[in-house]
């Protein structure tokens, strides 16, 4: 089959799993995105009570769900908000869609070429995903915060990058986690051969 024709052969099967698993994604990976949440919330005048899935009540699907708190300053007992961010789960499996995609269908020499795309692409995806969803997810807590400290209609860093998450920034990133693994993986077998080639004469010669 040719190359193209499996990679378009692939993105449909891939659209159909998304709007098929995107719920249930968001289920299993919402314990992941609180504990990445609260990490990222550490030390701010935030608290990230949890994330969970929840019916969309504004429109059809399932929306990914992160209920926290704001604080004036990081030590109030008590906190000044309560805030609600909402993120439609077919945006929260994009991410994953795309990333693995790449990575189980990049042309390889070998199984162990793939087991090691697939074992160095784990720290990166909870990284992707840390990066798309859970800032998406926080950044109404930045935004509460920036309004506390006296903004009328403050726009925060964290906003300019959900907004760009949102302008095919996700696409973006995903690609380029999936060909930083590539890239890293294929270095490091390209170093390991090279130091197991043994030198022709011309090249002892050479060194000498």
């Known amino acids: 089959m040719r190359r193209e024709w ?12 998304g709007a098929i698993g995107a719920e249930p994604y968001a289920k299993l990976a919402a314990p992941y995105y609180t504990v990445a ?42 906190p ?15 991410s994953p869609l795309i990333f693995w995609t790449v990575l189980f269908l990049w042309p390889v020499a070998s199984c162990r070429r ?12 909870l990284g992707l995903e840390g990066a798309t969803t859970v800032c998406q997810l926080i950044n109404p807590l930045a935004y509460g915060s920036a309004v506390l400290a006296g903004g009328s209609d ?3 860093p964290w906003e300019h990058w959900s907004r760009f998450l949102e302008a095919g920034g996700r696409v973006a990133l995903a690609v ?5 693994v590539v890239a890293i993986v294929g ?16 090249e002892i010669a050479n060194s000498a």
């Not at 499996?6 to 799993?17: D, K, N, P």
């Not at 994330?51 to 008590?78: E, H, M």
């Not at 090279?194 to 030198?199: A, D, E, G, K, V």
């Open 37 to 78: 949440a609260r990490w990222i919330a550490e030390g701010r005048p935030w608290q990230v009570a949890g994330i969970d899935v929840a019916p969309n009540r504004s429109g059809p699907g399932s929306v990914l769900r992160l209920t926290g708190f704001v604080r004036q300053r990081a030590d109030d007992a008590q």
């Open 187 to 202: 270095s490091v077998i390209y170093a390991r051969s090279s130091r197991r080639r043994p030198m022709n004469p011309s």
């Open 6 to 17: 499996r990679w378009g052969i692939a993105a449909v099967v891939a659209l159909s799993i």
């Open 176 to 180: 380029g986690a999936a060909l930083l």
């Open 114 to 125: 793939r087991v090691a795309l697939l074992a160095l692409g784990v720290p990166v995806f």
């Open 80 to 94: 000044a908000a309560n805030l609600i961010s909402k993120l439609q789960v077919a945006a929260v499996v994009e």
């Open 154 to 156: 403050p726009v925060t």
